[in-house]
């Protein structure tokens, strides 16, 4: 049975009746080009077998991210200027937690052959939009195209450290500062409400469920769909000394873990920093805030705020444990292999 996360977009919603299939590889590329930002750090552009960027300090972060149609999106619920967007925000929120400043994007697509051209389009302006709002200055240097049965976006970032040691996930020391920037719990809370709402009786996602989800819950579910890392927040969080930090992806608890498996430490939340749906925070995951430590005795960057404290391993304490007012909790959030462990609900 197709779903209405397999098959293409309406014709409803298509803004014109060309496909893929009815264009070249060139002629889909001279439309989408023009779409595009340009990176300020580009020294060659598209156009050649690859594509040549400055890194004024000798060094560049890189990092790459897939969204797959079914897995990661649903056509129902996302446009294509929202899977625009979301593929550079994912990419451009882990150069951030790095410390370093987003520079250049690479992205890969791979779509039907009937997909309209205006879907290619809309994932261009997406992209570009999200540049110019989050990181002025990165732009898309090149990429590829090629056919699937499922539209895939796969973005490659790259980040300039500006002369700055990169953070890492392996530095928290016991005694630092948890805190995080960016929202917290709303991603989550967005998905539950699109499995809940936006689907039809079948269990299917919806176009026009979806639709009324965004005018009565538009918070919860533009976090989900669109979200809005505070990418100036990491080079922040480096100059002001943190000693660790990640993009929260997949989970507070889960990601919170990594960075307490990678410094050897333990990580204590206090509820009441949580705010009121506990779970939803530890467990909802794709906020794409950052998540760091710091030296107890500094004040936080601005947009930081604290959740909780880096504490020693001990024989109670392994190295990694997480736990929340003293107590050990589950490390909730996604694998892309298991789904979500004590997600939202």
Not at 122 to 134: H, K, S, V, Y
Not at 150 to 172: I, K, N, Y
Request: hydrophobic content about 45%.
């Amino acid at each position: 049975m197709t779903t209405a996360a397999d098959a293409p977009l309406p014709a409803s919603r298509s803004a014109a009746s060309e496909t893929l299939a009815d264009l070249s590889e060139g002629a889909v590329l001279g439309r989408i080009f023009p779409r595009l930002p340009t990176a300020t750090a580009q020294l060659l552009g598209p156009g050649d077998d690859a594509a040549v960027i400055s890194a004024p300090d000798g060094r560049f972060v890189v990092t790459t991210d897939m969204m797959i149609q079914g897995p990661d999106f649903r056509l129902a619920w996302s446009t294509p200027h929202d899977l625009g967007w979301k593929a550079a925000a994912t990419n451009l929120s882990d150069v951030a937690a790095m410390g370093a400043r987003p520079t250049a994007l690479v992205v890969a697509i791979a779509a039907p052959p009937s997909t309209p051209v205006s879907v290619l389009e809309g994932i261009a302006d997406g992209l570009r939009d999200c540049c110019e709002a989050l990181a002025p200055g990165c732009g898309v240097v090149g990429g590829d195209l090629s056919a699937s049965d499922a539209l895939t976006l796969a973005v490659t970032a790259f980040g300039d450290l500006e002369g700055r040691s990169p953070v890492l996930r392996s530095g928290a020391r016991p005694g630092d500062t948890v805190a995080l920037a960016g929202r917290l719990g709303d991603a989550g809370i967005g998905l539950e409400l699109l499995f809940r709402l936006g689907v039809d009786a079948d269990g299917v996602p919806d176009f026009d469920r979806s639709n009324t989800l965004k005018l009565t819950h538009p918070s919860e579910v533009a976090a989900q769909l669109t979200p809005v890392p505070p990418i100036d927040s990491g080079p922040l969080a480096a100059l002001a000394g943190a000693t660790a930090m990640l993009d929260v992806s997949d989970g507070l608890a889960i990601d919170a873990g990594r960075i307490a498996r990678a410094s050897g430490v333990g990580i204590d939340f206090d509820s009441a920093c949580l705010g009121e749906r506990i779970e939803v925070a530890l467990g909802g995951g794709e906020d794409h805030g950052l998540l760091a430590t710091f030296p107890p005795d500094i004040v936080l960057p601005p947009g930081f705020r604290r959740l909780g404290t880096v504490v020693a391993a001990s024989a109670s304490i392994v190295a990694g444990t997480i736990t929340l007012d003293g107590a050990p909790h589950d490390q909730v959030g996604w694998d892309p292999y298991r789904g979500w462990d004590g997600a939202a609900g």
